[in-house]
């Protein structure tokens, strides 16, 4: 979506929704993990003081995850909060300006015209829940069998996972030997 600057204090709000495979449209690497299961919602409120327009609002869907845990697939709410400043460099381009300083609340763009496609995507991009358990009780796979503590129990769930690691073997070995 595309504003004239001019136009920013006019607005003031927006609502908008964008296509669930919307973010993996516009990123080019092969199997990204963007699964969207809704459409993104974005609410915004803008104001403009002399260059510098203020976004505040939140973006909001559904994602299909995996559990780093248990291997399932979950359903998660996605929501995140905006609070943004997009500074107007003065010139004949209209583009977003890599951010140059270390402020990751702070675009930069030049022209007439601000897009706000490239800044929902970089908000979407860094907020995404990319290691979330599917509950905070998730019990994981079975270590040995690698059946789903959540939904079956196994002979080796309270056993603990035997790791052979021949330098630690070799250490505790020595130190011991010599007490």
């Known amino acids: 979506?595309?504003?004239?600057?001019?136009?920013?204090?006019?607005?003031?709000?927006?609502?908008?929704?964008?296509?669930?495979?919307?973010?993996?449209?516009?990123?080019e690497l092969p199997n990204t993990e963007y699964n969207f299961t809704e459409n993104i919602n974005i609410t915004l409120t803008l104001s403009k003081i002399n260059n510098i327009i203020e976004l505040k609002g939140t973006i909001t869907s559904v994602v299909n995850l995996i559990c780093p845990s248990c291997l399932e697939n979950f359903d998660n709410e996605f929501k995140h909060t905006l609070d943004l400043k997009v500074i107007?460099?003065?010139?004949?381009?209209?583009?977003i300006i890599d951010n140059e300083e270390e402020n990751p609340d702070i675009y930069y763009f030049n022209g007439n015209t601000l897009d706000l496609e490239p800044i929902i995507l970089s908000e979407i991009i860094v907020?995404?829940?990319?290691?979330?358990?599917?509950?905070?009780?998730?019990?994981?796979?079975?270590?040995?069998?690698?059946?789903n503590l959540n939904k079956n129990s196994c002979e080796h769930q309270n056993s603990k996972p035997k790791i052979k690691n021949s330098i630690w073997d070799q250490l505790m070995t020595s130190t011991t030997k010599g007490v």
């Open 127 to 147: 907020n995404y829940p990319y290691d979330m358990l599917c509950t905070e009780s998730c019990k994981g796979l079975c270590h040995i069998c690698g059946i």
């Open 88 to 95: 107007r460099i003065p010139e004949k381009d209209n583009k």
């Open 1 to 27: 979506m595309k504003i004239l600057v001019e136009q920013v204090n006019k607005l003031k709000e927006l609502d908008y929704s964008l296509q669930k495979d919307w973010v993996k449209s516009k990123i």
